[in-house]
């Protein structure tokens, strides 16, 4: 604690998490895809990593994903992302839980802090959250 190190418990992560998405009022779950999330003490990424997860489920639920709009918003972030990976000379297919995790990993979640080993360390645990074991990373 003398750099000013803290843990948080994750119950008390996943409920500023849930409560702050909560109090956007969103209603169309494809606008998740849209927020832009700040973490100004990002540490090794706990809340960032709950973001991730917290959003990709609200936009892959089932009543979300039988929406026109969120199915089109996600086919959308799936062809980017193949995109990317063709103009890498790969012939990957991903499939809509990986495209939304990395579109929410690359346009809506930021982390800052003064540790710069502890944004790599968040930076790692976010590709690892979204592309799982091993994906290839655009």
Same mark, same amino acid.
């Given at each position: 604690?003398?750099?000013?190190?803290?843990?948080?418990?994750?119950?008390?992560?996943?409920?500023?998490?849930?409560?702050?998405?909560?109090?956007?009022?969103?209603?169309?779950?494809?606008?998740?895809?849209?927020?832009?999330?700040?973490?100004?003490?990002?540490?090794? *990424?706990?809340? &960032?990593?709950?973001?991730?997860?917290? /959003?990709?489920?609200?936009? @892959?639920?089932?009543? #979300?994903? =039988?929406?026109?709009?969120?199915?089109?918003?996600?086919?959308?972030?799936?062809?980017?992302?193949?995109?990317?990976?063709?103009?890498?000379?790969?012939?990957?297919?991903?499939?809509?839980?990986?495209?939304?995790?990395?579109?929410?990993?690359?346009?809506?979640?930021? *982390?800052?802090? &003064?540790?710069?080993?502890?944004?790599? /360390?968040?930076?790692?645990? @976010?590709?690892?959250? #979204?592309? =799982?074991?091993?994906?290839?990373?655009?």
């Amino acid at each position: 604690r003398n750099q000013g190190l803290f843990y948080t418990p994750r119950r008390v992560v996943q409920h500023i998490v849930r409560s702050s998405l909560d109090a956007l009022g969103i209603s169309n779950p494809a606008e998740y895809l849209d927020v832009r999330i700040l973490d100004p003490a990002v540490g090794t *990424g706990t809340f &960032l990593l709950e973001d991730l997860q917290e /959003i990709s489920d609200r936009v @892959l639920s089932p009543g #979300a994903a =039988g929406s026109p709009h969120v199915s089109e918003r996600i086919d959308q972030v799936r062809n980017g992302l193949r995109a990317s990976y063709v103009k890498q000379g790969m012939e990957i297919e991903p499939d809509p839980r990986t495209s939304v995790q990395v579109h929410i990993m690359n346009r809506c979640l930021y *982390g800052v802090d &003064l540790d710069p080993i502890a944004t790599r /360390i968040a930076r790692s645990a @976010l590709k690892r959250k #979204a592309f =799982g074991e091993f994906h290839p990373i655009p």
